[in-house]
Structures are given as structure tokens and as C-alpha cells.
């Protein structure tokens, strides 16, 4: 579900893709659900897509959130907009311990938690979406149709 909400730059909070279209995408936003135009030219990036640094490479956002969401219980994080940015990283070292201290700032980590509270809030899924098969599994086949299936000689 992640790779259909989206985070654009310039406005505030979390908007759900509702169209695609080749010169504009209609989005809805989380908070208020106003439907807005979203042109090309502005930045638009899924949750899908965002990483955060670590000291081994990225770990997917999808991730951080999933240990956010086990560490509350499934509630909201309750550090504010108001909360400072040491309260902010070292909550973010429970969650996850070997995030990048130089590549990671306390507005990333206020962004993140705004963002999961939305996602809790509107019980957005934080699972991946699950690709529908394309062939049947050769065990859900019964033996004629295995049998069918089979090339001649």
C-alpha cells in the first residue's frame, strides 16, 4: 500500500494516489481528503521508495515503520512537533540502533513518526503488496491439467 501514498515536496503531510494521468495525477490527501491536481514538475515521491541511512546501506522505510509499529503496539508515537532533536534520535536508536548518525538529522526522524501517525491513523497497511500470480502454482494443478500442459512428442 505504501508504494500508492505519497509525500510531495511544498505541502504538508501524506496524500493517497487516486489518478494517473500523462500531465497531472489526482491525489487525496490523508488529513482533510481534498482531491488536488499534482503536476509533473513537482516532487513527488512514494513511501515505497524512501530508505533510511544506516551504517550497513539503507533499510526501507516499509521496515523502520513495521519496528515503530511493534515497539507502540500498534498505537501512535506520542514525541510531538515539539519534542527535541535529541529526544527525536534517541528514539530513533531504539528503534533502530544502527542508523547513520551523520546521514540521519532530528527533522528526518520528526518527518518519519509525522508520517507513521498518519499511516496509524488512516490504518494504512505497512505490508508489501502482494503481486497476483501470472501462472498457476504446479500445485494447485490437477493432474489432467499438469498433464495438458505437458509438450507432446
Known sequence: M???ILSITGRPGLYKLISTNKNLNIVESLGDGKRIPVYPQEK????SDVSIYTTDGDAPLRDVLKKIKEKEDGRKVALGSKSSGSELLAYLEE?????????VYAS???KMIS??????ENEISLEEEEKEPEIKDKETLSED???SEKPEK
Open 2 to 4: 505504501l508504494s500508492k
Open 44 to 47: 513527488v515521491v512514494a513511501l
Open 95 to 103: 528503534v533502530l540502533p544502527d542508523y547513520s548518525r551523520e546521514s
Open 108 to 110: 528526518d526522524v520528526k
Open 115 to 120: 508520517w507513521y501517525n498518519i499511516l496509524i
Open 145 to 147: 491439467e499438469e498433464n
